[in-house]
């Protein structure tokens, strides 16, 4: 633990800027009115069942980690290493202040979710939370960290909008056939063209049918949903190297 007071790790911490986790570093709360709500503790305290309660001996992948809430809880079960991945310098700069206030030690990388085969590792546990709806090319992703990155289970989680319902999705279906297409629970991600909730790097929203979809098309078998955003999945035994099981099916377009 840090022996920094607490006005001076309420400094530090403002200094860098606006936090979008709400830490408890020694009693400084980072983010106490975030719109959320103790975000993301709030949403960790509906999952953190599916998580052993000691990881030790495991790796631990926390991409687009942020201010490192998750990274940081993944070593206070024990875990032999949790590495942290974010595209932003100041979230990364957040979670080295966190990890050095908390004693919690968690190696840390700038890198984008689209270069993780530059890691050359595969990690036991891989955390991809609140990225999928940031990223222009959101199953390409998948693909990347399934293939690349995934050793064993991976914790996913997207901000998703429309309907909850699952339908049951034929293998095919005729050219002129078009009413699955308007179904609730058909897979659908909407498309956000300029912001939402003022965020200009929200891209994407899936309904419940296409998260399960796109994990399933990029080679992952979903084990428990624990919450409604929450996916535990596992590599799918039959997975390609490419991520998808489907064979002999074309990953570019005609």
């Not at 942290?84 to 968690?106: F, H, M």
């Not at 990347?144 to 319902?165: A, K, N």
């Not at 897979?187 to 399960?212: L, Q, T, V």
């Not at 428990?224 to 377009?253: F, I, W």
Request: glycine fraction near 8%; proline fraction near 6%; aromatic fraction near 10%.
């Amino acid at each position: 633990m840090s022996d920094l007071t607490a006005s001076e790790i309420r400094d530090r911490a403002q200094a860098l800027g606006r936090w979008f986790h709400n830490l408890d570093l020694n009693g400084v709360q980072t983010a106490p009115d975030h719109f959320l709500h103790d975000y993301p503790n709030v949403k960790w305290r509906r999952f953190q069942h599916v998580v052993p309660e000691r990881l030790d001996g495991r790796t631990v992948l926390d991409l687009g980690c942020n201010a490192g809430f998750y990274a940081l809880e993944m070593k206070r079960r024990g875990a032999a290493r949790v590495l942290g991945v974010d595209s932003d310098p100041r979230y990364l700069a957040q979670a080295q202040l966190a990890s050095e206030v908390t004693g919690l030690e968690i190696e840390l990388r700038e890198m984008s979710v689209y270069d993780v085969a530059e890691l050359g590792e595969r990690f036991d546990l891989v955390l991809f939370m609140g990225v999928l709806y940031h990223l222009r090319h959101p199953l390409l992703a998948l693909d990347l960290v399934g293939e690349h990155v995934v050793g064993d289970l991976m914790i996913f989680q997207t901000m998703q909008r429309g309907s909850e319902e699952e339908a049951p999705v034929a293998e095919d279906y005729d050219f002129f056939e078009q009413d699955h297409f308007a179904a609730p629970g058909y897979p659908k991600m909407h498309f956000i063209e300029h912001r939402y909730a003022g965020d200009p790097s929200n891209w994407w929203a899936p309904n419940a049918a296409c998260s399960a979809a796109m994990l399933r098309s990029a080679g992952f078998e979903i084990v428990e949903r624990p919450e409604p955003e929450v996916y535990l999945c596992r590599r799918s035994a039959g997975a390609s190297p490419g991520g998808a099981v489907h064979p002999a099916r074309p990953a570019a377009g005609r």
